[in-house]
T-cell receptor
Framework: NAGVMQNPRHLVRRRGQEARLRCSPM?????VYWYRQLPEEGLKFMVY????????ESGMPKERFSAEFPKEGPSILRIQQVVRGDSAAYFC????????????FGDGTRLSIL | DQQVKQNSPSLSVQEGRISILNCDYT??????FLWYKKYPAEGPTFLIS?????DKNEDGRFTVFLNKSAKHLSLHIVPSQPGDSAVYFC???????????FGAGTRLTVKP
């Protein structure tokens, strides 16, 4: 499967717990992006990473949210002490470089907070 | 701050006819525009793009038109097919800026 892989597809957490969302980019892609989609809204950019580096995190909430893309393994979006408002679909995308190339998306992780 | 706007939340067309989806933007620094298609429970799928040096890009049944002076772009699908029924997102970004801005989407329904 050469597409962007996200897991889990569905994640349920109670308030105060931690959520970890994983994303493996397409083969050959070294740029990863995370987006959040709230119900009835478009996708909101959160963070852009390359291997071992955060390039742009201007869309990330200042607290509780963090992202990494280690040298080995998938990119991780981590949400600590989740609250009801974190319930959303989180999409990961990848691309080859920063030029005019489209980003390719995974099928998302639907996070539900009880 | 909604820099990319899709003012029609839904559109319904008959199979075989043309579908026209519209998108407006406010940021004059945007120079690359994309359309994505999304089915329920799936991620957005890239459809077609256009850079600001062009005013038209065509790929099979899909054509994107860009009017820079009006800050408006549109996606034409002709002929429309029932399988085109999905939510279509318009996106835009500045050159070398990864903050891709999305519209809220337009739900297209193509009736057989």
């Amino acid at each position: 499967n050469a597409g962007v892989m996200q897991n889990p597809r569905h994640l349920v957490r109670r308030r105060g717990q931690e959520a970890r969302l994983r994303c493996s980019p397409m083969k050959g892609h070294s740029h990863v992006y995370w987006y959040r989609q709230l119900p009835e809204e478009g996708l909101k950019f959160m963070v852009y990473l390359q291997k071992e580096n955060i390039i742009d995190e201007s869309g990330m909430p200042k607290e509780r949210f963090s992202a990494e893309f280690p040298k080995e393994g998938p990119s991780i979006l981590r949400i600590q002490q989740v609250v009801r408002g974190d319930s959303a679909a989180y999409f990961c995308a990848s691309s080859t470089d920063r030029g005019n190339q489209p980003q390719h998306f995974g099928d998302g992780t639907r996070l539900s907070i009880l | 701050d909604q820099q990319v706007k899709q003012n029609s939340p839904s559109l319904s067309v008959q199979e075989g006819r043309i579908s026209i989806l519209n998108c407006d933007y406010t940021n004059s620094m945007f120079d690359y525009f994309l359309w994505y298609k999304k089915y329920p429970a799936e991620g957005p799928t890239f459809l077609i793009s256009i850079s600001s040096i062009k005013d038209k890009n065509e790929d099979g049944r899909f054509t994107v038109f860009l009017n820079k002076s009006a800050k408006h772009l549109s996606l034409h699908i002709v002929p429309s097919q029932p399988g085109d029924s999905a939510v279509y997102f318009c996106a835009a970004r500045e050159y070398n800026n990864n903050d891709m801005r999305f519209g809220a989407g337009t739900r297209l329904t193509v009736k057989p």
